[in-house]
């Protein structure tokens, strides 16, 4: 099987070079050639995306809006070329499974659907027409919210559709997008690219996505000196180093490695809501095998339910168990094997000097829960459906946890009663949680949702304001005057 991802706008008389994507996944290979543009080539791109960001500028934000709605609804409609497309490919070229692939690819792409970029927009802007035009505000005159010309994106691939967050933020600010692929996923972006461009053909000059190796710098010093704001995201060695040949004048976003993990009540330990509590903890675990930063590492389980912790490692253990039936995890690496068993071994040696502590797997070692007891250290784990559970009394304990991990710490999922998801809430804000969630939801972030805490539109727009005096001042020099 081959085929051609990426996407470029019109190149005339350029010779195109192809970088290929090898993967073999259960016997089946997939070839995946994308657009490999010498520096030359890369600043021609980067130019004409630039020259064309004014046929971007031209539409109005709820256009965009329509478009790219438009194009979700294509990918979301289960019977389309596009749709058919992901769906064969993506299994292969990252190793998820088929079925995992269609049932999260569906709820993630639920979250760009039009009211929910309106809501997007709202959140961050509070009036969308802020992109369009000059709109009044509250302290007097009038602002405008201007998005670069061009933003360049240099994405990860751990999780499939990861691109569409920035990629899509940066067409509602009307910014022309040059997208780096992954090695891991070099083959959503394109695809999206190419539907946009097909909905509404003026936009096919204002974006490209191409690919190069991480750390060429003959082409990522052009990419990095030709964007005026650049999105990395990435592990956080790779996004020092971009980052320090980064012009000071480049605007730079970077999302690097993050921690995430869950807390369950003891309100959630009754009989049957620990079932229910348990299947939702293992749908975190187990969607894209904790590749995402949103994934949780460790689960903080109450103690003084019906059901007490190590009660609920066991559950927990059965819906992972259950599944592997329905949603088998990737074949791992030779080392992503070695890591997970390494890791597996270890704690099992350490049942000899802990009577607290439990071991639960699969024969197959497709999956491991570790049970800790109560003050036991949290320590991220090898991911690929490996958890830890650790018991705790109240929330202090939880604190003193992750105090080390503070500035890696992103999402927590949460399963308790309002008056506390609010009074814990309050503290872990404390110590850098910045998005909490349902338990079982927190591998679907809500549109707009602040990723890292910052802002997926704000951070990406100058403000342009006409001061009060300026329309004072000019008001006696109009014809009409008296």
Not at 109 to 127: M, S, V, Y
Request: charged letters at 20%; hydrophobic letters at 40%; proline letters at 4%.
């Amino acid at each position: 099987m081959e085929i051609t991802a990426g996407y470029l706008p019109e190149m005339e008389n350029e010779k195109i070079q192809y970088k290929q994507f090898t993967y073999k996944v259960n016997g089946k290979t997939a070839l995946v050639q994308v657009p490999h543009l010498s520096a030359e080539q890369l600043g021609k791109v980067i130019k004409m995306v630039k020259d064309h960001a004014s046929i971007l500028k031209s539409f109005t934000v709820s256009e965009l809006v329509s478009v790219i709605d438009k194009a979700i609804h294509v990918l979301l409609d289960r019977r389309s070329k596009e749709r058919l497309l992901a769906e064969t490919w993506l299994p292969i070229i990252t190793g998820y499974d088929r079925e995992i692939i269609r049932t999260s690819l569906t709820s993630y792409l639920q979250g760009f659907r039009k009211h929910e970029l309106q809501r997007f927009l709202a959140a961050d802007l509070g009036n969308p027409l802020l992109l369009d035009d000059f709109q009044p505000v509250v302290k007097g005159g009038y602002a405008k919210a201007v998005g670069p010309s061009v933003i360049g994106h240099i994405w990860a691939g751990n999780v499939p559709g990861l691109p569409l967050w920035s990629f899509i933020s940066s067409l509602l600010v009307k910014s022309g997008s040059v997208g780096k692929t992954a090695t891991d996923e070099p083959f959503f972006a394109g695809l999206f690219a190419g539907i946009i461009a097909q909905i509404e053909p003026r936009l096919k000059n204002c974006f490209a996505i191409v690919a190069w190796k991480g750390g060429d710098e003959e082409r990522e010093t052009p990419f990095l000196e030709g964007c005026e704001t650049i999105i990395a995201y990435g592990n956080n060695e790779s996004l020092f180093s971009i980052k320090k040949r980064v012009p000071v004048s480049t605007k730079w976003i970077a999302h690097g490695h993050k921690i995430s993990f869950s807390i369950v009540g003891k309100e959630s330990l009754h009989m049957q809501k620990a079932l229910e509590t348990s299947h939702l903890a293992s749908l975190d675990i187990a969607r894209y095998d904790q590749q995402g930063c949103y994934s949780p590492q460790c689960i903080f389980v109450q103690k003084g339910g019906a059901i007490e912790p190590n009660e609920f490692a066991k559950y927990l253990a059965h819906e992972l168990s259950a599944l592997e039936v329905r949603f088998p995890r990737k074949t791992l690496s030779i080392e992503e094997a070695a890591v997970f068993l390494e890791w597996q071994h270890k704690n099992e040696m350490a049942l000899l000097n802990d009577s607290d502590k439990e071991v639960l797997s699969s024969h197959e070692g497709k999956w491991t829960v570790i049970y800790e007891g109560e003050g036991a250290a949290f320590q991220p784990t090898v991911l690929n459906r490996s958890i830890s559970i650790i018991a705790f009394e109240r929330i202090e304990e939880v604190l003193e946890a992750i105090r080390p991990y503070k500035k890696w710490l992103q999402s927590v999922g949460m399963s308790t009663y309002p008056e506390q998801v609010f009074q814990w809430s309050e503290q872990l804000v404390q110590y850098g949680v910045t998005r909490i969630s349902a338990v079982g939801k927190m591998t679907s972030p809500e549109a707009g949702w602040h990723q890292d805490g910052g802002f997926s539109l704000l951070d990406l727009i100058k403000m342009t304001d006409i001061e009060a005096s300026t329309i004072e001042w000019a008001e006696p020099l109009s014809a009409y005057s008296n």
